[in-house]
């Protein structure tokens, strides 16, 4: 049985240091996602740096989104900007945050079928050292968060 932490990434290198350093005794594999473009559609630098995280680079699976997901609404475009509505701008961030996560799947190549995945904000790190992954019959576990 293994473990994958997915978490996406934007440019919290600090709070994604210490996810690494609480999780990395109960963790084997971190997948990380983090998008070309932020959630309100501005083109961005990729900020992850691998190099940056030596101690867990055997265990890292980074995946770079390269680009939108198809579904994106403009409701018009000028001088080759798109432009959104205030209410596409917001289902559009919504689609944004769902396709960035959705990309995390590709990091679970290696999963076999009694591997746990589990997803959370890098601000929200599990308590695994809580929860015993060996005896957990439902194969389903949640976290609560304070």
Request: hydrophobic share 35%; net charge neutral; with cysteine.
């Amino acid at each position: 049985m293994k473990v994958f932490d997915c978490t996406t990434f934007f440019n919290e290198n600090l709070m994604l240091d210490i996810r690494f350093n609480i999780l990395d005794k109960f963790v084997d594999k971190f997948v990380i996602t983090e998008a070309l473009f932020s959630h309100s559609g501005v083109k961005k630098k990729l900020n992850f740096n691998i190099n940056n995280y030596r101690d867990f680079k055997k265990k890292i699976i980074y995946i770079p989104v390269n680009n939108e997901p198809n579904d994106i609404i403009y409701d018009s475009e000028k001088n080759n900007t798109k432009i959104e509505n205030n209410s596409n701008a917001r289902q559009n961030a919504i689609r944004r945050i769902a396709y960035q996560r959705d990309k995390l799947k590709l990091g679970l190549e290696e999963a076999d079928d009694e591997d746990y995945v589990f997803y959370s904000d890098n601000d929200e790190i599990p308590k695994y050292e809580n929860i015993n992954l060996e005896k957990n019959e439902s194969k389903l576990v949640v976290f609560k968060q304070k």
